[in-house]
């Protein structure tokens, strides 16, 4: 049988027969209906264009060892595009295992959100097949524990979408490498002691959520520095700590009561 159309005549019953199919664009639901159809082979080498939900072409991408051993054979670079009629987001290895399949491009422009493990996503964000907007612009949420800094700067470096994820790192010259921006909601908890205001004020404007630093028992900054921390919403910090003020210029002052003024 040389065309998906002549196994579409309501006929149900399954066979023993090799398929080739001559079409060049269909639907992965109706390759995997084909393939359902024989216990033969499925020659689609011809079907160089695929589209589908995320799950039909992970199902395509079970029946496609690229030998033919799993009844459907593929073109080795046929193009896939993710249709998201029935939903908008998608797991990182799902969206992992569809790339893999195909050395042509896989479509993604309309997902919204594509979250799971660190190491999932910078493989798919690293996919030379992989196609979304330009910039990209999907949500992501790192779900492991085990995300450093370097991890995150990845993942959001290649989308301006916002991006989820707690820092596994907790001290302050490891996050102030952080480069996400405010609108991403980076759950950061500070456990150095003895902190420079001013680089946890600019670790502020990293996330936005409230950064935990009530580890903190001395800041060292400006008058001003201190003060933006103490009024801001994005900082909780304990009630205890101590504060070294210096000027401008670096100076500490030692009369006390400048350090109440603030």
């Known amino acids: ?14 066979g023993n027969y090799n398929v080739v199919v001559s079409d060049t664009s269909l639907t992965a639901a109706k390759l995997i209906e084909i393939a359902a159809q024989t216990s033969g082979t499925v020659n689609a080498a011809n079907a160089t ?10 199902t395509l991408a079970g029946l496609n060892d690229g030998a033919g051993a799993g009844k459907l054979d593929l073109a080795t670079n046929y193009s896939a595009t993710i249709d998201v009629t029935g939903g908008a987001t998608a ?15 896989v479509n993604a422009s309309g997902l919204t959100d594509i979250s799971g493990l660190a190491a999932d996503l910078k493989l798919v964000q690293a996919e030379a097949s992989f196609s979304h907007n330009s910039p990209a612009n999907y949500t992501s949420t790192i779900t492991d524990t085990t995300a450093g800094v370097a991890d995150i700067n990845s993942i959001a470096g290649n989308t301006s979408g ?37 680089k946890l004020v600019a670790l502020d404007a990293k996330t936005s959520v409230a950064i935990t630093a009530t580890a903190v028992e001395n800041l060292s900054g400006t008058a001003s520095e201190v003060a933006a921390l103490i009024a801001s919403s994005g900082v909780t910090l304990d009630s205890d700590f101590t504060a070294s003020i210096t000027d401008e210029d670096g100076n500490s002052y030692a009369d006390a009561a400048n350090v109440v003024a603030i």
């Open 162 to 198: 916002v991006v989820t994820a707690t820092a596994t790192s907790n001290d302050i010259a490891a996050l102030e490498d952080l480069t996400t921006a405010s609108t991403d909601a980076i759950t950061v908890t500070v456990t150095t002691t003895d902190l420079d205001a001013a």
């Open 91 to 105: 797991t990182a290895a799902n969206v992992l295992t569809i790339l893999q399949d195909t050395s042509g491009s």
């Open 1 to 14: 049988i040389t065309s998906e159309i002549d196994l579409n005549d309501g006929n149900s019953a399954t």
């Open 49 to 58: 264009s695929v589209a589908g939900p995320v799950s039909d072409l992970l």
